[in-house]
T-cell receptor, first 114, second 112 residues
Framework: AQSVTQLGSHVSVSEGALVLLRCNYS??????LFWYVQYPNQGLQLLLK??????LVKGINGFEAEFKKSETSFHLTKPSAHMSDAAEYFC????????????FGAGTRLAVHP | EAGVVQSPRYKIIEKKQPVAFWCNPI?????LYWYLQNLGQGPELLIR????????DSQLPKDRFSAERLKGVDSTLKIQPAELGDSAVYLC??????????FGPGTRLTVL
C-alpha cells in the first residue's frame, strides 16, 4: 500500500532563509507526487506535481521539488522564505495515472519569523 | 472561474443530532470527492463520485454516514447521528476525470 511520511510536523525559518520540507513515499511503482498548501480556514491549493516527466518540478510562489527515486523522496524547497509562506504543507502520492486516489501525509506547519 | 463551494463553513451541533454538508463543484468537473481532515492530519478520502455514481466509498462509515449526488453536480454528505469523534473538517474537492483535484474551503464541524 502507498504511504507518505513528512518529517517534521513543525518547521520554523527566518524570513529570507531557505525552506526545506521533507517528504518520503512508499510505493511499489514510481508514483505521481503532489505538494498542496493550506492557509488557515481555507482548502488545499496545489503547489506542484510530479507525473513522471522532469524530476525537478517548479510550482507556484517560487516553490520547487525534486523527485529522487533512489531516495524515495520528493522534498519541497524555496530559496528565500516570505512571511506569506506561513501555512500547512501536505505531500500526497497517487498511483501513476491515478489522480483520483490521493494519499496524504500528516502535514508540516511552516512558520516564518522576521 | 468559481472554485469549489461548500456550506456551511462552520457547524456546531450536539451529539446524536443529524448534520448535512453541501458541496458545489467547479463547473464541468465530473469527479467529486469528500474528504475528512482530523486536527493535525492530512485529508482522508471518504467517497468519490464519477457523475452521480459513487465509485469508491470504501472508507465511508456507512452506519452513520451517507452521501448523494443525485444529478451529478451538487453533493450532500450527511451524518446521523453525529458522535463526538466526528468533530473535524470535511473537505470537498472536484476534478475532471484524470485531472488535478481542486479543494473547497471545508466545513468545520464541532460536536458537543
Amino acid at each position: 500500500a502507498q504511504s507518505v511520511t513528512q518529517l517534521g510536523s513543525h518547521v520554523s525559518v527566518s524570513e529570507g532563509a531557505l525552506v526545506l520540507l521533507r517528504c518520503n513515499y512508499s510505493s511499489s511503482v514510481p508514483p505521481y507526487l503532489f505538494w498542496y498548501v493550506q492557509y488557515p480556514n481555507q482548502g488545499l491549493q496545489l503547489l506542484l506535481k510530479y507525473t513522471s516527466a522532469a524530476t525537478l518540478v517548479k510550482g507556484i510562489n517560487g516553490f520547487e521539488a525534486e523527485f529522487k527515486k533512489s531516495e524515495t523522496s520528493f522534498h519541497l524547497t524555496k530559496p528565500s522564505a516570505h512571511m506569506s509562506d506561513a501555512a500547512e504543507y501536505f505531500c500526497a502520492v497517487s498511483e501513476p495515472g491515478g489522480y483520483n486516489k490521493l494519499i496524504f501525509g500528516a502535514g508540516t506547519r511552516l512558520a516564518v519569523h522576521p | 472561474e468559481a472554485g469549489v463551494v461548500q456550506s456551511p463553513r462552520y457547524k456546531i451541533i450536539e451529539k446524536k443530532q443529524p448534520v448535512a454538508f453541501w458541496c458545489n463543484p467547479i463547473s464541468g468537473h465530473n469527479t467529486l470527492y469528500w474528504y475528512l481532515q482530523n486536527l493535525g492530519q492530512g485529508p482522508e478520502l471518504l467517497i468519490r463520485y464519477e457523475n452521480e455514481e459513487a465509485v469508491d466509498d470504501s472508507q465511508l462509515p456507512k452506519d452513520r454516514f451517507s452521501a448523494e449526488r443525485l444529478k451529478g453536480v451538487d453533493s450532500t454528505l450527511k451524518i446521523q447521528p453525529a458522535e463526538l469523534g466526528d468533530s473535524a473538517v470535511y473537505l470537498c474537492a472536484s476534478s475532471s476525470p484524470v485531472g488535478t483535484q481542486y479543494f473547497g474551503p471545508g466545513t468545520r464541524l464541532t460536536v458537543l
